[in-house]
């Protein structure tokens, strides 16, 4: 984490981690995942004396972007998202709020992220890979020795397949190709639940 600083919200109904990271020296922020609670996800940002440049959404679902519009806001950020989920930003039906009769719409994507790109805060630098099983369009973003996955990968579990987009099988895959061969030691910082490591997750996960 050397020249970063980061803190772990979690916030709305569905319990989903909202990650603030920011660089030292720049003091420029990013948030990723701001699935609900824009007050706390904003005071934590005030409280690290960031400004944020760039939001990122790990993937499309309601729990991930509900409170993208009032974070963009308030701050202005860039909103960066891949581009297979991009359509479930402003569709209630692809972004599964319709099924609890909310009908969320986020703004647009400002640009679409891909394989390879990265995301880059100050002197943070992440890198985008391409993660999809629990959506067509999930990331993950690597660096500093940790990896932010939202879905894909759980403390001793992975994320859902059974929505729209959704694939076991790819889920897996991208899990064992993209995310295991990560050194042991990194950090697995995931949508829900505690923090990890890719070494506990490849012993020890049931799944895997």
Known sequence: MRGMVLRKIVVGDFQTNCYVVGCQTTRIGLVIDPGGDPDAILQAVKDMKLNVSTIVNTHGHIDHILANEDVKSATKAELLIHKSDGLMLQNPSLNLSSLFSCNLTSPPADRFLKE?????????????????????????????????????????????????????????????????????ATIVLAGHGPNTTIGEESENNPFL
């Open 116 to 184: 390879g790109d990265t995301v880059k805060v100050g002197s943070v630098l992440l890198s985008v890979v391409h993660t999809p099983g629990h959506t067509e369009g999930g990331i993950s973003l690597t660096g500093q020795g940790m990896v932010f996955c939202g879905d894909t990968l759980f403390a001793g579990s992975v994320g859902r397949t059974d929505f729209p987009g959704g694939s076991f099988k790819l889920l897996i895959e991208s899990i064992r190709t993209k995310l295991l061969c990560l050194p042991e």
